[in-house]
C-alpha cells in the first residue's frame, strides 16, 4: 500500500484556534506510507497509521483537562503495539471509566447455541472469499441457506445473511477485521463507526426488520473482535427499529453473540444522541464471550453480558498466552466451548476496560474516519487477500464444496457449497 492520508480539521476547532491567534494549515498532517500491518490480533486500533503525529498537532486544541493531561502523555508511543501501550498509559487511564457494561433483558443462552454462534463468526470471510455463488453451508452440523451478502468497499463492512434449516432465527453475520484493510483498521480506530455509519449497514438492519415481519423467527447478530462491536450496534439498532415500526416482538427474540468484540457501546451511543433506550435493550438477548488475557475485548465498552474462559489448548489443558494469542483463539474456544466442563468453568464479568484507549479512539475516530472518506484512498475490491482461517480445507467436487476442519482435530467445523465451481485463484485463497 502506499499513499498518503489527509485529515482535515472540522471547522469548529479551526475557528477556534483562528480566533486564538493561530496558524492553521489546510490539513492537520499526513500520515505517509509505509503503513506497518500488525499480526491479525494486534491489529485491532493499530492504527495503520501514525496517530502519534496526529495527537501532535491537536495536543493544544481546547479539550477537557483529563484530554489534555492523556495527550501529553502520548507523544512518544507507538501504537502499533497495544501491550506496549497499555504499559505506558497514566495509571488513571488502564482502568475502567464510568460507562461500563451496558445490561440487554436476557443474558440466556444454552451451551450448544453459543457453540454454533461461535462458529458462525467465521463464516462471514469464507463466504465472501467464495464469492456471490456461495449458496449454502453447514456448521459444525447445522445447515443454513446462505440469503445475502452485504459488502461496502468505502467502510470494510462485510457480513452474510443465513437462515437456519431447524427453523431458528435469521443469523447476520458481521465480519471482523480483514488484514490489510485500510478501511477495516480506520473502522476499528472509530470503534465500528465508519462502519454502522455505511449504508449496507443499515440496508442490513432494513433487511433484519424485513425478516421479523415475515418470517416471525426472530434475528440473531453474531461477529468476532471488530465485527463484535458492530453487532452490538446492529442488535440495537434492529430492536430500535422493529419496536418504531411497530413490529411485535417478544422479549429475547433479538439475539446477539460476539466473540473477543471490540466494544460497541461507543458507536450505539454516538447514533443515538449519545444514550440508549432501556426498553429496546430490554427485548434483547445479549451474551459477549472472550479468551482470559484478550486485550481487544477491553477497549470501550460492551452492550451484554461477557463470560471469560481460561485459554487451553487442544487437550483442554490450561494454558498461559499472550494478549495477541489470546485473541480468537479457535484453538481453545473449540475445545472449551463444546465441553460443560469448560464451559461452565467461565467467569462472567465486564471485561475491565482500558478506559485510555476508548478515550483516544472517542476523541479522534471520527476525524480520522471522516479524514480516510475525504481522502479517496480505498481498499482494492480486486485485490484479493489470502484467507485467513487456520487448521485444514480442502475443496471438492469440482470446486464446489469447501470444507473446513479449523482446529485440525479431524472433525468438519465447515463447509460451504457453492452453484458454480470457484475459480483456481480462488481456490489459491481458501486452500
Do not use: C, W
Not at 445475502?148 to 467502510?155: G, K, T, W
Not at 498461559?320 to 464451559?343: E, F, I, K, M
Amino acid at each position: 500500500m502506499s499513499g498518503s492520508l489527509n485529515f482535515n480539521l472540522p471547522e469548529d476547532i479551526e475557528d477556534a484556534l483562528t480566533e486564538a491567534g493561530n496558524d492553521v494549515a489546510d490539513t492537520v498532517t499526513d500520515i505517509i506510507d509505509p503503513i506497518e500491518l500488525p499480526q491479525p490480533a494486534d491489529v485491532i486500533d493499530t492504527a495503520a497509521i501514525d496517530v502519534s503525529d496526529l495527537i501532535d498537532e491537536i495536543a493544544d486544541l481546547p479539550a477537557p483537562q483529563a484530554v489534555a493531561d492523556f495527550f501529553a502523555n502520548l507523544d512518544d508511543l507507538n501504537f502499533a503495539r497495544l501491550e506496549g501501550l497499555l504499559d505506558q498509559l497514566p495509571p488513571e487511564y488502564r482502568g475502567p471509566d464510568s460507562t461500563g457494561e451496558v445490561p440487554t433483558g436476557l443474558s440466556d443462552f444454552l451451551q450448544l447455541q453459543v457453540e454454533i454462534g461461535a462458529a458462525l463468526t467465521a463464516t462471514a470471510r469464507v463466504v465472501h472469499t467464495l464469492g456471490p455463488d456461495a449458496i449454502a453451508m453447514q456448521v459444525r452440523g447445522f445447515d443454513f441457506a446462505i440469503n445475502e451478502q452485504y459488502n461496502d468497499n468505502e467502510s470494510g463492512f462485510s457480513a452474510i445473511r443465513v437462515l437456519p434449516a431447524d427453523g431458528g432465527p435469521v443469523v447476520f453475520v458481521i465480519d471482523g477485521l480483514e488484514v490489510g484493510s485500510i478501511a477495516d483498521t480506520v473502522a476499528a480506530v472509530d470503534l465500528g463507526g465508519l462502519q454502522v455509519r455505511s449504508a449496507a449497514f443499515q440496508a442490513m438492519i432494513a433487511d433484519a426488520v424485513e425478516a421479523q415481519v415475515t418470517l416471525g423467527r426472530g434475528v440473531q447478530f453474531v461477529g468476532p473482535s471488530l465485527g463484535g462491536a458492530v453487532a452490538q450496534v446492529a442488535a440495537y439498532e434492529a430492536t430500535e427499529a422493529m419496536l418504531a415500526a411497530g413490529v411485535s416482538i417478544a422479549p429475547g427474540a433479538v439475539r446477539l453473540l460476539t466473540v473477543d468484540p471490540l466494544g460497541g457501546r461507543d458507536a450505539a451511543e454516538k447514533l443515538n444522541g449519545g444514550s440508549l433506550d432501556p426498553n429496546v435493550l430490554s427485548y434483547i438477548n445479549a451474551l459477549n464471550i472472550r479468551t482470559e488475557g484478550d486485550l481487544i475485548t477491553r477497549i470501550g465498552s460492551h452492550i451484554g453480558e461477557t463470560v471469560s474462559f481460561q485459554a487451553v489448548d487442544a487437550n483442554g489443558n490450561p494454558i498461559a498466552v499472550t494478549a495477541a494469542d489470546a485473541h480468537v483463539n479457535v484453538t481453545s474456544l473449540l475445545r472449551t466451548l463444546p465441553d460443560a466442563t469448560l464451559y461452565n468453568a467461565g467467569v462472567r464479568g465486564a471485561p475491565e476496560e482500558v478506559s485510555g484507549f476508548a478515550l483516544v479512539a472517542n476523541a479522534l475516530g471520527q476525524t480520522i474516519a471522516d479524514g480516510y472518506l475525504a481522502s479517496g484512498e480505498r481498499d482494492d475490491p480486486n485485490a484479493l487477500v489470502e484467507l485467513q482461517v487456520p487448521g485444514q480445507a480442502e475443496l471438492l467436487n469440482n470446486n464446489t464444496l469447501y470444507r473446513l476442519d479449523a482446529d485440525s482435530n479431524g472433525t468438519l467445523d465447515l463447509a460451504v457449497l457453492t452453484s458454480q465451481p470457484v475459480s483456481q485463484a480462488v481456490a489459491d485463497l481458501v486452500l
